[in-house]
Nanobody, 125 residues
Framework: VQLQASGGGLVQPGGSLRLSCVASGRTPSSYRMAWFRQTPGKEREYVASVSWTGAITHYAVSVKGRFTISADNTKNTVFLQMNSLKSEDTAVYYC???????????????????WGQGTLVTVSS
């Protein structure tokens, strides 16, 4: 299974973008889908994750209330709706998939076994 992320671009502060991540095949139903982001010189940062049913979501404190993650399991696609964007949201965004057996590791990149190629989001006036 491969993950393909898209939807990045240039947006002004306060604007919105919607990222998509399409899985080429079906990942196990026990896997969660997640978004991470990374800027040069920094570690990959957890953004949000969702179960394939869409029923269970989890967000990093830095994006809670501004970002919404959702899943369409009929299309093997996960979305990240990003509103009220700030300059500090500028990063390469990656989608990932993995089975999270310990909820304390939900934000750990090593918990995810499948990764997309990344899409660049730039928030700037």
């Amino acid at each position: 299974v491969q993950l393909q992320a898209s939807g990045g671009g240039l947006v002004q502060p306060g604007g919105s973008l919607r990222l998509s991540c399409v899985a080429s095949g079906r990942t196990p139903s026990s896997y969660r889908m997640a978004w991470f982001r990374q800027t040069p010189g920094k570690e990959r940062e957890y953004v949000a994750s969702v179960s394939w049913t869409g029923a269970i979501t989890h967000y990093a404190v830095s994006v809670k209330g501004r970002f919404t993650i959702s899943a369409d399991n009929t299309k093997n696609t996960v979305f990240l709706q990003m509103n009220s964007l700030k300059s500090e949201d500028t990063a390469v965004y990656y989608c990932a998939s993995g089975e999270i057996r310990n909820v304390l590791r939900i934000a750990t990149p090593g918990s995810y076994v499948l990764w997309g190629q990344g899409t660049l989001v730039t928030v700037s006036s």
